[in-house]
């Protein structure tokens, strides 16, 4: 469709489906080479199928090993990694008195120091290029809370203090650091909600409705295009105006 990531190498962990994938489809739209880092590897390979110029790898973000494994083959192949999407994330909600502690610690495990495993794995090559975009999944619970989500909402408040605190340490460097705070999107973790809930969350969002996984690749490819290159260390709420 465009040019606006031409040539530019995105990783996107998390992109075998959801909004990642979206994600992933939009910025090969611009010409980026597109790296599907996911722990589901046969989806990841589903996924890159239907997309061109883009390549399947099987990562975990808990796992340092299996990350450091991705950026070498990419490194190898491209000799460049120019955006790093942190988009892998996973919910198990429970109210406060009912969080088990392995609920805790796995959402924590993931979303919060998955995000600082490969940030800090994949930065030393952006460090080289005195160049980078990295974008961060938060999510509007990570700016308001949200009820039976202890674990989640502490680990997106989490990553807008990553975001501004590498926007920081980065920004100097050339690397913008930027974050997304998706309200709520209709990809199968939302639809599963239920009915009196996503209808309380629809009439909620000024718009009257979920936003859809399309939107948020757009604001992902905003923020990591050339377009947003005075855009660092913000978290840009995409919610419809559901906070109003
Ligand atoms: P999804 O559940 O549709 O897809 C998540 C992908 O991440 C899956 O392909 C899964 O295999 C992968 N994944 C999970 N754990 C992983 C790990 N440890 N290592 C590597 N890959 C892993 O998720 P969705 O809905 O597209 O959400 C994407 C991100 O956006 C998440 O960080 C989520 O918290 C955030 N978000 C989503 C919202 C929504 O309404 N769907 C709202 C606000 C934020």
């Known amino acids: 469709m465009g040019n606006r990531l031409k040539d530019k190498v995105a990783i996107i962990t998390g992109a075998a489906k959801g909004i990642g994938f979206a994600t992933a489809q939009r910025f090969a739209q611009e010409g980026a080479i597109v790296i599907i880092a996911d722990m589901n590897l046969e989806s990841a390979k589903g996924a890159a199928a239907q997309i061109p110029n883009a390549e399947a790898y099987a990562m975990n973000v808990t796992d340092r090993a299996s990350i450091r494994a991705v950026v070498d083959q990419v490194m190898q192949k491209h000799g460049h990694i120019d955006i790093l999407i942190n988009n892998a994330g996973i919910t198990q909600d429970a109210r406060l008195v009912k969080m088990t502690e392995a609920q805790f610690d796995t959402v924590i495990d993931v979303n919060l120091k998955g995000v600082f495993n490969c940030t800090q794995l994949v930065v030393p090559h952006m460090l080289e290029a005195k160049s980078g975009a990295i974008v961060n999944a938060s999510s509007v619970v990570g700016l308001y809370g949200n009820f039976g989500q202890t674990n989640y909402s502490a680990t997106k408040f989490g990553v807008i203090g990553f975001t501004k605190t590498w926007a920081r340490?980065?920004?100097?460097?050339?690397?913008?650091?930027?974050?997304?705070?998706p309200g709520f999107i209709a990809t199968e973790m939302v639809k599963a909600m239920p009915e009196n809930i996503l209808q309380d969350i629809k009439r909620r969002s000024w718009l009257g409705r979920?936003?859809?996984?399309?939107?948020?690749?757009?604001?992902?490819?905003?923020?990591?295009?050339?377009?947003?290159s005075y855009v660092n260390g913000v978290a840009l709420e995409a919610s419809g105006g559901i906070s109003l």
Request: glycine share 10%.
């Open 210 to 228: 979920l936003g859809t996984p399309e939107e948020m690749a757009n604001v992902y490819l905003f923020l990591a295009s050339d377009e947003a």
């Open 169 to 181: 340490e980065l920004g100097p460097k050339g690397i913008r650091v930027n974050a997304v705070c």
